[in-house]
């Protein structure tokens, strides 16, 4: 398995919900996983935002700012989760909207690439999840197994970060990596990420959620709690969410997301799970990681395929955290 690259990617895929108001706080302990009093100024938040079946969604990020909070997550799991917001947002004081044209995104890999982000956040932190806020926008570090970078830059902290990438020994850097090697890198981790084909279909569990602080147990009513709840109680939850590695086949070179896996029982193959998502890095183009929701008794090193085209298979890798909760 190829190890996620050193890169400075634009992520371009990347969006945010605003959620502000005198009741943001409050209305969004009604919808979201986790307990904002444990989102402070200093640090960010894995997080689900389910249905009342507690079916997920959006899996974000989410950060407290002046006058409420932002979610960060793909474009595309804004269609879904925007118009859940609206529909109850309408009982509270809140203002709930996508900023499309937000802040620039830029994921950071590799310690000589970090050290360049420093330049415009001089307090930067390496602990998991901590955050930095100033004039040149939000620093978050995600730090599970390598330490990376998510920086969401305001215009004036984009241009003097391109300013920084300029005079750095490297000016290509930015260019030479997307929006996949962040990708690559963040399945690396284990850190699920959901897609239109993807979204209202799992428990947060089914993520592995629990495993990342993205669910506060302990926290008050929410939308989807019963569910999330019985499913920890009751040891309901048969399916967790696993890291697949295997070469890529010029046959087909885009994998949906949603798509079925098959696994392999015997000589006989059989309904294994689904993909959840897949990328490649720039430093082996023909090695692609793979996510998938998988049944939680799945052995490491068990081989699956794609039920559409059974010419690419994948092997079951170990995550950087144990699924034993």
């Not at 004039?135 to 570090?141: E, K, S, T």
């Not at 070469?247 to 993909?275: C, M």
């Amino acid at each position: 398995m190829t190890d996620p690259q050193n890169f400075v990617a634009s992520l371009d895929e990347m969006a945010v919900i605003s959620v502000t108001g005198p009741q943001a706080k409050e209305y969004l302990q009604g919808q979201l996983t986790i307990d904002l009093d444990r989102v402070n100024e200093t640090n960010a938040r894995f997080g689900a935002h389910c249905d009342f079946k507690g079916k997920t969604w959006s899996v974000f990020t989410i950060v407290s700012v002046a006058g409420g909070y932002e979610l960060i997550m793909p474009k595309e799991c804004i269609d879904k989760s925007l118009p859940e917001l609206k529909k109850y947002g309408v009982f509270s004081k809140v203002e709930i909207n996508d900023i499309p044209s937000h802040p620039n995104f830029i994921g950071l890999s590799g310690s000589d690439n970090i050290a360049l982000a420093k330049n415009l956040f001089p307090e930067l932190a390496t602990e998991h999840l901590s955050k930095v806020e100033n004039a040149n926008g939000i620093a978050i570090c995600i730090n599970l197994s390598t330490p990376k970078l998510l920086l969401m830059l305001s215009h004036s902290g984009f241009e003097h970060f391109t300013a920084v990438i300029k005079e750095s020994s490297c000016p290509g850097l930015m260019s030479a990596a997307g929006q996949n090697d962040w990708n690559f890198a963040m399945i690396a981790d284990g850190i699920a990420s959901l897609s239109s084909a993807t979204s209202n279909e799992f428990v947060p569990q089914m993520l592995n959620l629990q495993l990342l602080a993205g669910i506060d147990f302990d926290k008050g009513c929410y939308m989807g709690q019963e569910t999330v709840a019985r499913t920890k109680f009751l040891g309901r939850n048969k399916r967790a969410t696993y890291l697949l590695s295997g070469n890529t086949n010029s046959q087909f070179p885009f994998i949906a997301n949603g798509a079925a896996l098959e696994k392999q029982v015997g000589e006989n193959w059989r309904s294994g799970g689904t993909l959840l998502q897949t990328a490649t890095c720039s430093a082996n183009t023909d090695n692609v990681l793979a996510l998938a929701v998988l049944s939680n008794d799945t052995d490491l090193g068990s081989v699956l395929r794609l039920k559409e085209h059974p010419e690419q298979s994948f092997t079951v890798e170990a995550l950087p955290y144990t699924l034993d909760e």
